[in-house]
């Protein structure tokens, strides 16, 4: 057990550190537009399609459960 928390860990580290690079190479695409260079454009790009491509009424359906499981979580806290 003390292994697969050590890999959760490990892993869960990779995903902030991969979902940080995303957002400084977007913030990269913000300032410096379409002089950005091929990578954070094609970057820019792919997150804008990914965006594009998920339905508001999944996103509405998202928002519903985060905030419903927010709501137990502090329930469960007092």
């Not at 490990?10 to 990578?39: D, K």
């Not at 339905?55 to 469960?76: F, K």
Request: a positive charge.
């Amino acid at each position: 057990m003390d292994v697969l928390d050590k890999a959760k860990t490990y892993l869960w580290a990779f995903v902030e550190l991969a979902f940080a690079g995303i957002l400084a190479i977007m913030l990269i695409f913000l300032i410096l537009g379409q002089n950005s260079g091929m990578f954070v454009l094609s970057v820019a790009d792919n997150v804008t399609k990914f965006a594009n491509a998920v339905p508001t009424p999944s996103l509405i359906g998202l928002a519903v459960i985060l905030a419903l499981v927010y709501v137990i979580m502090q329930r469960l806290r007092a």
